[in-house]
């Protein structure tokens, strides 16, 4: 049975950081592309970054030069590195894994429960 925990959350002052982490855990043969969403409140779910098994890397204009995301290939996880933070970047974090492979030969994709991150003075 595949898992994803996500870790890292938390409250931080405008212009501090945070480092959010991604782990699946189970029979897994191979995970394709793997990434971070968003959702404020009143607002829709944002893509913030994603990379694929190949390491290239997207992020979403609000984000670039401040996060940025890399990936353990060896232990399954993603990791969000997010400096400069701004109040407008409040959200809940979701993780998201696509076409995960398993040693049994299904195919699926995972979302992660979501970790509050609140950026505050």
């Known amino acids: 049975q595949v898992q994803l925990v996500e870790s890292g959350g938390g409250v931080v002052q405008p212009g501090g950081a945070l480092r959010l982490a991604c782990q699946l855990s189970g029979p897994i043969f191979s995970i394709d592309d793997m990434g971070w969403y968003r959702q404020a409140p009143g607002k829709q779910r944002e893509l913030v970054a994603t990379?694929?098994?190949?390491?290239?890397?997207t992020y979403a204009d609000s984000v670039k030069g401040r996060f940025t995301i890399s990936r353990d290939y060896a232990k399954n996880t993603v990791y969000l590195e997010m400096n400069s933070l701004k109040s407008e970047d409040t959200a809940v974090y979701y993780c998201?894994?696509?076409?995960?492979?398993?040693?049994?030969?299904?195919?699926?994709?995972?979302w992660g429960q979501g970790t509050q991150v609140t950026v505050s003075s």
């Open positions: 998201n894994a696509e076409r995960v492979r398993t040693m049994v030969g299904s195919i699926r994709d995972y």
């Open positions: 990379i694929t098994s190949y390491g290239s890397t």
